[in-house]
């Protein structure tokens, strides 16, 4: 085996040029990219600011007598009605949503004003408020005869605006919690288990899990450019077996009865070397200039690289693959194309063309199985968790896509009587 590597590694050395690119190309690439998205994603806590009008065509207090009302003319004994009562009391809509509106964690980006229709309706065509929110007449008194009478009876708060935007979604988000709230705490009521409280209403803010790190767009750009790089180290190998094959030197090597699992010992062993040796290159480059990973701790740092052995081995089995098939085949351009189609998608479903956060689930869960989508998703929890107990199960996914692939070249092998 040790002379199949040494011989592959004098074959990765004679073609100097290609070497370098595959080195330096990646951490080029990151820094180019860090650059030209710097501060397009970084996080600004108030990033969002909403004007916002209030069209108030409701009247609390009138809502609330006729309520009282209502009833009074109910068939119950004192006692329910006064329960009746000092429920509606403590949940009237109308209040509790002016309460929430004028919270003090949201003044700092929330910009409302009183106006009427006209008003509301004149300042949002012209550009002067993102959105106006109109309270329906009746609203406090239709809202409690649903809640505590359980009446068949509809209360609309409406949102106008111009355009659909990212303070428009802030807003109906905000509402639908309001109202939910509401609902839920209504329902617990009717159902006697409610500690007689407020409704647990949106905060407003930016809530941080303290025990947890960011992941970063630069720390994606690292993994994702490094990985996929890799992926094309695979097919590198593979591709220069050609020259084995053209020049015979693989035929003398199989006639001389030399064991196929040496020969992809050696292929995948100078994988492994040339894969391991860029991808920290890359990582201590971009650490050195751009800071990439701040948590500089001896454990951080240990399970990067543990991850990263385990990711460059399953990189090493796909060259073994790779190189196994470039044998097998007559047309090797086909085989490159194959190759290329292979990482391609891999890359794609993978994450290391861009993010799959905004993709439908079932390519999220289709990029896991990939090994360059793996580690994406097993570095993001050990960038924010650090636990060891976290990465076994993926790491041994990643072993276990070794063995097969390794097991797969084996079988495909070609042998000294098809020669």
């Not at 406090?140 to 009446?151: N, Q």
């Not at 948590?295 to 951080?300: A, C």
């Not at 690289?305 to 790779?322: D, M, P, R, W, Y």
């Not at 976290?390 to 390794?406: A, K, Q, T, W």
């Amino acid at each position: 085996m040790w002379s199949f590597f040494k011989k592959d590694l004098i074959v990765f050395w004679r073609d100097r040029k290609g070497f370098l690119l595959s080195l330096f190309l990646p951490i080029v690439l990151i820094v180019v990219l860090n650059f030209a998205y710097a501060g397009l994603f970084t996080s600004d806590d108030h990033s969002v600011n909403i004007r916002l009008g209030i069209v108030q065509e409701d009247d609390p207090v009138s809502d609330m007598q006729e309520f009282e009302a209502l009833v009074e003319e109910m068939e119950l004994m004192e006692e329910e009605k006064d329960e009746l009562l000092q429920q509606a009391a403590i949940h009237e809509p109308g209040t509790v949503l002016y309460h929430m509106l004028h919270r003090p964690e949201f003044k700092d980006w929330l910009d409302m004003r009183e106006l009427s229709m006209e008003e509301a309706v004149s300042q949002v065509e012209e550009g002067k408020l993102d959105a106006y929110m109109r309270i329906p007449a009746r609203f406090t008194l239709d809202v409690l005869r649903a809640g505590v009478l359980g009446d068949e009876v509809g209360a609309l708060i409406s949102i106008h605006a111009e355009e659909y935007s990212t303070e428009v979604q802030t807003l109906q988000e905000m509402i639908n919690q309001f109202v939910n709230s509401l609902n839920f705490q209504f329902a617990l009521e009717n159902t006697n288990e409610s500690n007689g409280g407020e409704p647990v209403l949106p905060i407003g803010g930016v809530e941080r899990i303290e025990s947890s790190e960011a992941y970063t767009m630069a720390q994606y750009f690292t993994i994702a450019v490094a990985t996929l790089f890799s992926l094309f180290i695979a097919q590198t190998v593979a591709m220069k077996t050609v020259t084995e094959k053209r020049e015979r030197v693989f035929n003398r090597i199989v006639l001389s009865n030399s064991s196929p699992f040496a020969f992809l010992m050696g292929k995948m062993a100078s994988t492994f070397c040339f894969c391991w040796f860029q991808i920290m290159l890359t990582l201590m480059v971009t650490q050195l200039f751009l800071n990439i990973f701040p948590d500089h701790s001896i454990q951080f740092w240990s399970g990067l690289v543990l991850i990263i052995s385990v990711f460059v081995l399953t990189v090493s089995g796909l060259s073994a693959l790779f190189t196994t098939i470039t044998l097998r085949l007559q047309n090797l351009n086909a085989a490159n194309g194959i190759f290329s189609l292979i990482i391609m998608l891999m890359g794609l479903l993978g994450g290391s063309f861009f993010p799959l956060q905004g993709l439908p689930v079932v390519f999220q869960k289709m990029g896991d199985w990939t090994p360059n989508g793996l580690i994406q998703t097993v570095l993001i929890d050990w960038i924010q968790n650090r636990m060891y107990s976290n990465l076994l199960m993926p790491l041994l996914v990643l072993v276990l896509f070794f063995s097969i692939v390794l097991a797969v070249s084996l079988v495909l092998f070609p042998r000294r009587e098809s020669l």
